[in-house]
C-alpha cells in the first residue's frame, strides 16, 4: 500500500517538470487572420494532450510549430527548456506520426523502424534487437520482414509509431494519423495508443477532430477553434465545465437558448426566467446564451412525472432520430420563444414513446444550464 | 420540382445546346459503326495504328536484313546475287568499326552519368521549390532548347567552343592560351548531354513530384541530414525514374548523329555516322545496313539487360518485377 503512494507521489514529482511550453505562440501565412493566434500553454513530462479543434483550426500548424518544421512568426516554443530551433531538424529528439503516415515504401516493416537508429548512429549489433522490440510493443513481431504496401492500414499504423517511438525521443507528436482508419479500427488504436504512451511514458502531443479520441487517449485537452486556444482542462473538466458556448457545443450534444441576464443570475427569455449556473456574474439586462447538455435533461409525458427536476417545462416533439443505443428527440419549447432542445433517451424500453406532434414535458436541474456570455 | 420543357410543346419550343445535339449525332453515328457486340474488339481497334507503324519498321528492317547479307559488286556497282555473310564479317574484322562501336557506347554511358548528374538536381529544385516565379523560370529554361533543335544547337555550340569562341575569349580574360575546344571526344560527350538534359528532366520531374514532401520531413525528424535523406529516401524512391530516363537518354546518344558529325569533326564518329558513310558516301548499302542491324542490337541488347535487372515496373509499367 506504502509502497504505491510512495510511487503515485514520485510520479506526481515527474510530472510536475515542464516539457513543452509555447508562450503567446502566433502564425501568420500572411493570408487575413492568424493561423494560429496566441496560444500559450504548459505540458507536463509524460503527460499525454490533445489538441482538438475543426477542420482549419491551426491544429497541424501549432504541431508543426512545435516539431520546428515551420517556424512562428511571435512567440517562443521550448522543449525540455531549450527552443526547439536550437537544433536543426534532424537532431531533435521528436517523433513524429503524420497524418498520411510517411513510411518508406521501398523499405521493409523492420527497416523503415531501424532508418532512425542507423541515422543516430546507433551500434549496428544492437538494432536488430531494438527493432523487433519495438515491434513487438505494437504487437507486430514477426512482420518485420513485409514491405510497406504488404501490411493493412492498422499495421502500417503501428510502423509508423513504432518507428518514431525507436529512438526514445523526448517527445512524440501525432497529427490524426487516425483519420483515415474506420471506426472500430480507430478506437482500437486509440487505447493501443494510451496503453503504449503509459509503457512507455513519453510525452505526447496528439492532434484529432474527433472529440472521442480527445476525451479517451488524453490526460489533457486544449480545445482550439479559429487559431485560438478556447480552453485547456483535463477531459472531465472539459465536458463537465465547459468555458465557453464553443467548448459546451463541440464536445457532445448541447442546445443552446439566448436570453438575457437577471440578477440573480439566471436568463430571462421573453418574460419567463430559466435557472441555471452561470461560472461568472453578469450585468442585469446583458445578453446571454445557455447550453445544456441533450443527456442531462429528462423527457416525460407530464410535468408531474419530473418533480425531482429543478426546472420543467411543456414542449412538444418536432422531430425523433433513433441512434441505436439511445434515442434523441427534437422538442420546441413554446414558452421559451419555440427554442427547440435536443434529449436523449437512453432506456430500450421506452424508444418509440413518443412521436412527432406529441406534447411532453422536459426537466433538468439548474446547475447544468450553464450561461455564457454570447460567443464573441 | 423543376419543370423538364416539352419538345413538342410549340409555345416553349426547348431545343438541346449545340453541342449537346452534337455529341448526340456523334454517338448515334459511333453506334452504327462500331456496334456494342464489337466492344471486345475496342482495345485491338485503337492499338492499330500504333501496331502498323511498328510494323512498317519491322518490314524496313527485313528489309535491311537482307541487303546486309549481300556485298557491293564493285565491278557492276550492285549488289551481289548470293547471299553471304560477308559484311559482317568485314564489320567484325575491322579495327575502325570496333573503335567506332567502343567510342558509341562509352559516350551513351558517359552521357546518361553526366546528364543524370545535372538533371537530378535540376528536377529536384524544379520540384520542390515554393516559389512558382522559380519554377516557371525552370520550366521556361527547359523547354527553351527544344524550339530550337538539334542541328542549330549544335553550330551555337561551334559559334562558343571555337577558337574565337566565347568560352576561349573568357579564359583569356584570365590569362589562358586559346585551347582546342572542338573536334575531340570531350567536346561531342558535352554536345550530348546538353542536347539530352531537357529529356532527362522532364522524365525525373514526374518521379520526383511521386515522392511526398512529407516523406522527406518524416526523414530528417527521424535524424537524417539531407544528404542522408537524399542518399536513403530521394534516390531508391527516383529510382524508376532515374532508370527510364538513363535508357532514354543512353539511347538516343547511341544513336545519334548530329552531335559527333558536328561537334566531332569526322574524327569522333558514331555508329550512325558510319552507317551514313555506307549509304551516302561509299554508297556500300550492305555494309551499312549490317552496321545498322549491329546498332539495333547492340540498343536492343543493353535495355534488354537493363530492364532484367531491374523489372520493367521501374517503367512504369504495372508489374512489380
Ligand atoms: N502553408 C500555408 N500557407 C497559408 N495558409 C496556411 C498554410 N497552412 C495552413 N494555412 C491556413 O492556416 C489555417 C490553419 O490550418 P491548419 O492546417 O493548421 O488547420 P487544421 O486545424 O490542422 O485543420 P485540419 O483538421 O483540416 O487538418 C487554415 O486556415 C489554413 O488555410
Ligand atoms: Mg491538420
Redesign the pocket.
Known amino acids: 500500500m506504502t509502497v504505491q503512494i510512495a510511487a503515485k507521489a514520485d510520479a506526481t514529482q515527474a510530472a510536475r517538470e515542464v516539457a513543452v511550453r509555447a508562450s503567446h505562440v502566433s ?1 501568420d ?3 487575413g ?1 492568424l ?2 493566434d496566441d496560444a500559450s500553454f504548459e505540458l507536463e513530462k509524460g503527460r499525454f494532450l490533445t489538441i482538438l ?12 510549430m512545435i516539431a520546428g518544421f ?1 517556424k512562428q512568426t511571435a512567440g517562443e516554443i521550448t522543449i525540455n527548456g531549450k527552443a526547439v530551433d536550437a537544433a536543426p531538424p534532424h537532431r531533435r529528439s521528436v517523433g513524429m506520426v503524420f ?1 498520411k503516415l510517411a513510411l518508406f515504401p521501398h523499405m521493409t516493416a523492420a527497416e523503415n523502424v531501424a532508418f532512425p537508429l542507423k541515422m543516430r548512429r546507433f551500434n549496428p549489433r544492437q538494432i536488430a534487437g531494438r527493432v523487433d522490440q519495438f515491434l513487438d510493443l505494437v504487437k507486430l513481431g514477426g512482420y518485420g520482414d513485409r514491405r510497406i504496401n504488404e501490411l493493412s492500414g492498422g499495421q502500417q499504423q503501428r510502423v509508423a509509431i513504432a518507428r518514431a517511438l525507436v529512438f526514445e525521443p523526448d517527445l512524440l507528436l501525432l ?2 494519423p487516425l ?1 483515415a482508419l474506420d471506426v472500430k479500427l480507430r478506437e482500437e488504436m486509440q487505447l493501443e495508443f494510451r496503453r503504449i504512451q503509459h509503457e512507455l511514458g513519453v510525452t505526447t502531443i496528439n ?1 484529432t ?1 474527433d472529440q472521442r479520441e480527445a476525451l479517451v487517449v488524453s490526460d489533457n485537452v486544449i480545445v ?1 477553434d479559429g ?1 485560438r486556444i478556447q480552453q485547456q482542462a483535463d477531459p472531465v473538466a472539459l465536458y463537465r465545465a465547459p468555458a465557453n458556448p464553443f467548448v459546451a457545443g463541440f464536445l457532445g450534444l448541447s442546445s443552446f437558448v439566448e436570453g438575457t441576464a437577471t440578477a440573480d443570475g439566471n436568463l430571462k427569455v421573453g418574460d419567463l426566467v430559466v435557472q441555471g449556473t452561470a461560472a461568472r456574474r453578469f450585468e442585469t439586462g446583458a445578453p446571454v446564451v445557455a447550453a445544456i447538455r441533450a443527456e442531462q435533461i429528462r423527457l416525460a409525458g407530464t410535468r408531474e412525472a419530473l418533480a425531482a427536476c429543478d426546472m420543467t417545462l411543456e414542449g412538444r416533439v418536432c422531430d425523433t432520430i433513433f441512434e441505436g443505443e439511445r434515442q434523441m428527440y427534437v422538442v420546441e419549447i413554446g414558452a421559451l420563444c419555440g427554442a427547440t432542445f435536443r434529449v436523449y433517451h437512453h432506456d430500450p424500453d421506452s424508444f418509440g414513446l413518443f412521436r412527432v406532434g406529441d406534447p411532453v414535458a422536459l426537466g433538468w436541474n439548474r446547475r447544468d444550464l450553464k450561461i455564457f456570455s454570447p460567443a464573441a | 420540382m423543376p419543370q423538364i420543357p416539352s419538345t413538342d410543346d410549340p409555345q416553349t419550343t426547348f431545343r438541346y445546346p449545340l453541342r449537346w445535339r452534337i455529341m448526340d449525332a456523334l454517338n448515334y453515328g459511333l453506334d452504327r459503326f462500331w456496334p456494342a457486340r464489337m466492344s471486345p474488339y475496342t482495345g485491338w481497334a485503337l492499338i492499330m495504328p500504333a501496331l502498323l507503324l511498328v510494323g512498317i519498321l519491322v518490314l524496313g528492317l527485313f528489309e535491311m536484313a537482307d541487303s546486309s547479307l549481300h556485298t557491293l559488286d564493285r565491278a557492276i556497282f550492285r549488289p551481289s546475287e548470293a547471299y553471304t555473310l560477308e559484311n559482317y564479317q568485314a564489320v567484325m574484322e575491322s579495327a575502325t568499326y570496333g573503335r567506332v562501336v567502343m567510342r558509341s557506347v562509352f559516350a551513351a554511358g558517359l552521357t546518361v552519368f553526366f546528364t543524370l548528374l545535372l538533371a537530378l538536381p535540376y528536377a529536384y529544385i524544379m520540384v520542390r521549390t515554393t516559389r512558382s516565379a522559380v519554377r516557371k523560370a525552370l520550366l521556361v529554361t527547359l523547354f527553351l532548347p527544344f524550339f530550337i533543335g538539334q542541328v542549330v544547337r549544335a553550330y551555337g555550340l561551334l559559334i562558343i567552343l571555337g577558337t574565337n569562341g566565347v568560352a576561349n575569349n573568357a579564359l583569356g580574360l584570365v590569362g589562358i592560351e586559346p585551347i582546342r575546344l572542338l573536334f575531340n571526344f570531350p567536346a561531342v560527350v558535352f554536345g550530348l548531354v546538353q542536347y539530352m538534359l531537357p529529356f532527362a528532366v522532364l522524365m525525373l520531374a514526374p518521379a520526383l513530384t511521386a515522392i511526398p514532401r512529407e516523406t522527406e520531413t518524416a526523414a530528417s525528424s527521424l535524424g537524417a541530414n539531407w544528404l542522408q535523406s537524399f542518399r536513403h529516401i530521394v534516390l531508391p524512391m527516383a529510382k524508376p525514374g532515374l532508370i527510364g530516363a538513363g535508357l532514354v537518354v543512353g539511347t538516343l546518344s547511341l544513336t545519334d548523329f548530329a552531335m559527333p558529325a558536328m561537334l566531332g569533326g569526322g574524327s569522333q564518329d558514331f555508329i550512325a555516322n558510319a552507317i551514313y558513310d555506307q549509304f551516302f558516301r561509299t554508297a556500300d548499302q550492305g555494309l551499312g545496313a549490317a552496321l545498322a542491324l549491329l546498332l539495333v542490337v547492340l540498343g536492343s541488347v543493353i535495355v534488354g539487360v537493363v530492364i532484367a535487372l531491374f523489372g520493367a515496373g521501374t517503367l512504369g509499367m504495372g508489374s512489380k518485377k
Open positions: 502564425m501565412f500572411g493570408s487572420a493561423a494560429v479543434g475543426p477542420s482549419g483550426s491551426g491544429k497541424t500548424t501549432l504541431l508543426r515551420q497524418q497529427d490524426e483519420a492532434v477532430h482550439m487559431g
